[in-house]
């Protein structure tokens, strides 16, 4: 399996960015998709999560209403829509794989290289 994340940037505070993850390896349709962000010297925390049919979303506090999660099962990418973009938004972002509906990192199997998102003030 193998996942590819993309998109991130430097931006301004306020600003839109998304990201965009490839998946392979896997029949993508089946998986719930997650995206999670560490930022320096933090632990690494759940950002949003989709289920395998998209039928339902779940988003962290900190993004709700911000951020947005998509995904497109005949191209195997899930999306991370991001609006509204603050300094504490930034972090490098991973998109992961888990067999489980679920925001535990831990239960995730797969992850991305990650895509650093820097938003300045």
């Known amino acids: 399996v193998q996942l590819q994340a993309y998109g991130g940037g430097f931006v301004q505070a306020g600003a839109s960015l998304r990201l965009s993850c490839a998946a392979s390896?896997?029949?993508?349709?089946?998986?719930?998709m997650g995206w999670f962000r560490q930022a320096p010297g933090k632990e690494r925390e759940f950002v949003a999560t989709?289920?395998?049919?998209?039928?339902?979303?779940y988003y962290a506090d900190s993004v709700k209403g911000r951020f947005a999660i998509s995904r497109d099962n005949a191209k195997n990418t899930v999306y991370l829509q991001m609006d509204s973009l603050k300094p504490e938004d930034t972090a490098v972002y991973y998109c992961?794989?888990?067999?489980?509906?679920?925001?535990?990192?831990?239960?995730?199997?797969?992850w991305g290289q990650g895509t650093l998102v820097t938003v300045s003030s």
């Open positions: 992961a794989t888990s067999s489980r509906w679920t925001s535990k990192s831990y239960e995730y199997d797969y």
């Open positions: 390896g896997l029949t993508f349709r089946d998986y719930t």
């Open positions: 989709i289920m395998y049919r998209a039928a339902s979303t």
